[in-house]
């Protein structure tokens, strides 16, 4: 659902599609035929979920006969069929959505900007290959200061990138400063983190995982930034209306099922005019003052690290389900 789409139907979700570009937060086709989508995401939990539906046999029997052998070892072929799995489910994808794919570098280069240049290279060949042009893709990594040097490295090649896993402005900032594509704030994760600390719920206007994405969106408005603030990881429709006129939302089938079954129109939360005439100090951001920053926001810190291991423990288990049909 593109932000100028014109609806008709009445439902909250048609009047936030008005406001916002809608990304659909799931990797099944069915529900992206569904909900019409701008965009969308593969990643190895999605990806786990649907190679196990009978539906996609015939994707994840292609990716194993492409990728056995492939390597000289077992585990370089696994590696192999998990990218081609990724790649294929990406295409599949980009024949139902107008915009583009999200395809996730692997969590355990999260640290290693090299590596994290090299599998991204890799995907964009293999899209190429099977004819995805690059404009087409963006390419997933965490938002760590080796994540950051990786993408103002391919941003200059013209490959376009999909921060993830921010959880405070100076990792949007660094990120924009680097010429990223777009960035993933987590809304939902800052207000569990907020949530156990203070032992209460929010109100959705105080809730710190709406404030986080509105600090971010403030600005990147207010100094001139191109790259797109797409909010993410939301745990209640309430959320996702308190950020409607974010550049993106990307939303869970669920939440995306309860906003197409509530009638009414949608007030913008955010707006780039207002946001453009705040006076908000800029900020220089180097390795050693985003490091400092990070290291002194415990829920960021904490909330990155668990982020990380857990995007990895996913694609262990992907890894796993793969090596038992191999």
């Given amino acids: 659902m593109s932000a100028h789409s014109q609806t008709v139907d009445g439902s909250k979700l048609a009047s936030l599609a008005g406001l916002s570009t809608i990304v659909a937060d799931t990797g099944e086709i069915e529900q992206i035929k569904r909900f019409r989508p701008q965009d969308c995401t593969t990643n190895p939990s999605l990806l786990l979920k649907a190679a196990q539906l009978e539906t996609y046999q015939g994707l994840v029997n292609e990716a194993i006969e492409w990728g056995r052998g492939r390597t000289n070892t077992r585990e370089g072929d696994i590696e192999a069929i998990m990218d081609r799995l990724a790649v294929g489910f990406g295409r599949e994808l980009l024949e139902i959505v107008p915009g583009c794919v999200s395809t996730e570098v692997d969590a355990d280069r999260s640290f290693d900007a090299e590596a994290s240049i090299e599998k991204a290279h890799r995907f964009i060949q293999m899209y190429e290959d099977i004819g995805v042009p690059k404009d087409r893709v963006l390419i997933k990594l965490a938002a760590t200061w080796e994540g950051v040097e990786a ?128 006076d908000i100090p800029a900020l220089d951001i180097d390795e050693p003052s985003f490091r400092w920053e990070l290291n002194g926001d415990p829920m960021a810190t904490e909330k990155l690290a668990a982020g990380i291991r857990g995007f990895h423990q996913d694609a262990m288990k992907l890894r796993d389900y793969i090596a038992t049909l191999r």
């Fill in 151 to 278: 993408a103002r490295v391919l941003q200059r090649e013209g490959i376009n990138c999909n921060m993830t896993l921010i959880f405070s402005r100076i990792q949007a900032v660094a990120c924009a400063q680097a010429g990223a594509f777009l960035v993933s704030p987590f809304v939902g994760r800052i207000t569990d983190w907020y949530k156990a600390r203070e032992g209460r719920d929010f109100e959705p206007s105080e809730d710190p995982g709406v404030q986080s994405v509105r600090s971010i969106y403030d600005y990147f408005k207010a100094h001139g930034l191109s790259t797109i603030v797409m909010a993410a990881s939301f745990r209640t429709t309430a959320q996702i209306l308190e950020l409607a006129g974010c550049d993106r939302l990307t939303i869970a089938p669920k939440l995306l099922e309860e906003l197409q079954g509530e009638q009414g129109e949608v007030a913008p939360g955010l707006d780039a005019a207002s946001s453009r005439a705040k």
